[in-house]
């Protein structure tokens, strides 16, 4: 049995977490507003939106730090696939009620970023933890943070053969030891785990109960588009319901952006006119070419409509700009008076980002399996044609990692055609829960499989809403939704209390 190893270093620190990264790192992953697709310009799925400030967070004491020695490769019997590697874990035992119990365990399951802002920033954990007397555990994804093979990220991201083992089977294997170590170690083997996950971890958490059953009695997953593969979802999807949510707070808000495109391609043209774009826009560094600030202005309205949380509504408040600029404003000043609204005022706004671990990691998991053909066409949305172009896909990610993308994988894998049908008879215990103005709602399970794989959608949420930390100010039909997920897990939890009851109750009529 492979040995955990303690850390203290986190226990009671505090963590300088840069609420900045996450809406200027979505500039790197948004489509070019006047090209195909590539990985690089990717909407990235991710659990938690900070807001732009950088005050430390103090990570309670309940919270204690682990590092299992972990198989690099799950699925060879070469030599080298039995190298391991440190993975990190993070447990709170403060309100388990104990193996003798069989008292849950509920499992955060790590997606495309560093496990540590998981911990506050995803509250479905720690606020039910009480009612359920669970054990929390926490699981960061390899590759990311401190789970890194290979000694180091620049090691591990070197090669095709190093990058090789970075892959979504992998990760959830990875979750399948961790847990099955931590129930033998814990005594806890007829403890019921629930894996719980947001946005690529809420896919990694409904194919986690899918693979896994042994492991999992359910999962909870939050914003999970596993249906953005193959045709399954038409292309301009997600850039549909941007333009819906931007449409239904403000016509003339929409009408003004889709507007706007052309008209900053107007002003490029002009001699001196990406100087002129500049100054109006107070980038912090001159604009080489007009996409630059097309696709900063293109994250900002993804980012507003995906994390369009209550109370402060980023939407209506990128339109409350827009559509409160001085009477007279041309349609870049109002665009302007938008940002504005949105970043703050500013005295220059960075249109560029250096590479971060989430970006490059995330760019390789969607040029190797994470194919997700999100486009757009003329006309069909307030921004420019954009399609995705999987030829072109191809190319640009062979050209990056000399290795071609498996664009059907995923649906061969873990299924995708025709869920109803399949997974009706075969799948149990799965929450889908969405939120109907995340852009990424249109490839989620929105309609019942069955009568217990469960869509729960709200029409007004939005990306992982329901997994983040309850609030005061929370809307009723927010409390509703979580109430509901509770509900069902309680259901799916005294279910396998009356079937372990009753296998004990057999075992001891058999002597």
């Known amino acids: 049995m492979k040995k955990p190893q303690k850390s203290t270093t986190m226990n009671c620190s ?16 948004v489509f070019p507003t006047c090209a195909t697709a590539t990985p690089s310009k ?9 807001e732009p400030e950088t005050f430390p967070e103090l990570i309670s004491d309940d919270f204690q730090t682990f590092f299992y020695e972990q198989t690099l490769d799950h699925f060879n019997y070469r030599p080298e696939s039995y190298n391991t590697f440190q993975q990190r874990y993070v447990m709170n035992f403060k309100y388990w009620g104990g193996a003798n119990a069989s008292a849950p365990i509920f499992a955060y399951l790590g997606a495309e970023a560093a496990l540590d802002s998981d911990l506050t920033g995803v509250g479905f954990l720690v606020d039910n933890a009480l009612r359920f007397k669970a054990l ?10 401190k789970s890194i093979p290979f000694g180091s990220r620049e090691e591990a991201l070197k090669n095709a053969s190093t990058r090789g083992y970075f892959n979504s089977a992998q990760a959830i294997a990875d979750y399948a030891e961790v847990l099955l170590y931590i129930k033998k170690k814990f005594l806890a083997e007829n403890s019921p785990v629930i894996v719980i996950g947001g946005s690529y971890g809420g896919m990694l958490a409904s194919w986690f109960r899918l693979k896994y059953p042994h492991v999992a009695l359910g999962a909870l997953a939050s914003s999970a588009p596993i249906l953005y593969f193959d045709d399954i979802t038409p292309e301009n999807g997600y850039y549909s319901i941007v333009t819906k949510d931007f449409r239904e707070a403000s016509e003339s808000c929409y009408r003004t952006i889709k507007e706007s495109w052309s008209e900053i391609d107007r002003v490029a043209s002009k001699p001196n006119g990406l100087s002129i774009l500049s100054k109006k826009f107070r980038t912090c560094a001159d604009l080489n070419k ?25 939407v209506t408040v990128v339109c409350g700009g827009i559509d409160g600029a001085p009477k007279g404003s041309d349609i870049l000043s ?13 005295s220059c706004y960075n249109t560029s980002l250096s590479p971060t671990e989430t970006s490059e990691g995330w760019r390789w998991q969607t040029c190797s399996e ?13 921004f420019p044609a954009a399609p995705f172009n999987l030829a072109a896909f191809i190319q640009y990610c062979t050209s990056l990692y000399g290795v071609s993308p498996r664009p059907h994988w995923i649906t061969t894998y873990y299924g995708g055609h025709d869920i109803k049908l399949i997974l009706h008879r075969f799948a149990s215990n799965i929450i889908f829960s969405n939120g109907l103005r995340d852009p990424y709602s249109c490839a989620g399970v929105l309609k019942n499989i069955s009568h217990s794989v469960l869509a729960i ?47 004990r109750k057999s075992t001891l009529f058999q002597y």
């Open 14 to 29: 505090l963590l300088m977490i840069s609420l900045q990264w996450l809406p200027l790192m979505f500039l790197m992953i």
């Open 42 to 50: 990717l909407p990235r799925l991710s659990t938690i939106l900070r």
């Open 136 to 145: 929390l555990v926490y699981i960061e994804h390899r590759y990311y943070g």
């Open 290 to 314: 007009a996409n630059e600030l097309k696709n900063y202005l293109d994250t900002m309205y993804a980012v507003a409509a995906q994390y369009n949380h209550p109370p402060r509504y980023p």
């Open 334 to 346: 109002r665009i302007f008076e938008g940002l504005v609204a949105f970043r703050g005022n500013k």
């Open 370 to 382: 994470m194919v997700m053909p999100i486009g757009r066409g003329d006309n069909d949305t307030m």
């Open 457 to 503: 959608p709200t029409v007004n949420g939005s990306h992982c809403l329901d997994i983040l930390p309850a609030k005061s100010t929370d809307p009723e039909w927010l409390i509703m939704q979580r109430k509901t997920e509770v509900e069902v897990i309680q259901i799916w939890i005294a279910q396998y209390y009356a079937d372990l009851n009753a296998t």
